[in-house]
């Protein structure tokens, strides 16, 4: 590592069961925990030393970090005591889409359809509902739709600011460990690049499950090393991104 420059690891949380858990979408499911076994398999073998770590305030960012403790602690190695940073917490998106289907779909069709099948008593296919998502959010994302009860897409973008001038107080020559969410992920690589907000939810939806995203450090000034790396999942069938 160059001198003065700091590292740190933005890692999305474990695949998490949307279904079938009392917890929702906010509990790993057994592949999201396998996920996580897997990348503290990966960092055990890692010559750097980990100085600082950050966690988001769900559990399912909770879970991902207790995996890779859990992992460690069987080859004899620890991570420093992690810290909790409600600024990493994921973007409110999904609650807007909720909140503003009924509203949007008067003038949009696609989302007029998913209405009224579940009006219907139908469920709307997962591939429906994933397009009914990236539609409103888009739009959130270009200032075009709001909610007083939803944290706004620029409020969230500069939450996100906030936790890495959080993580980067570690001082220089450090490395991070940061568990979070895709959308957060995705905004600090837009912080570090200067992207664009739609184009922070690209990264976002691009994202995979327990990935590693390395950013590095010095001062105010960061910048991308590596985006979205799943080399510690080996087993294909555990790249998973939803």
Known sequence: MQTGVSVALFIRHGKASAFGSTNGYDELSPPGIEQSEKL??????????????????RKRHAQTL?????????????????TVLPELDEHDGMSLVLKMLPVLAADDPVLRAIVESTARGESPAPDEVLAAFKRITRRWARGEVE?????????FRGRIGRAMARVATVGRGKTALVFTSAGAVASAVGEALGVADERVLDLSWSLYNGSVTELDFTGERWGLRTFNSTAHLVDKRLVTSV
């Open 147 to 155: 909610h007083d009860e939803v944290e706004s897409w620029s409020d």
């Open 66 to 82: 207790a995996a890779v403790v859990r992992v460690l602690a069987a080859r004899g190695q620890s991570l420093p005591e992690a």
């Open 40 to 57: 503290g398999e990966w960092l055990s073998q890692q010559s750097t030393a980990v100085d600082a770590v950050f966690v988001g305030p």
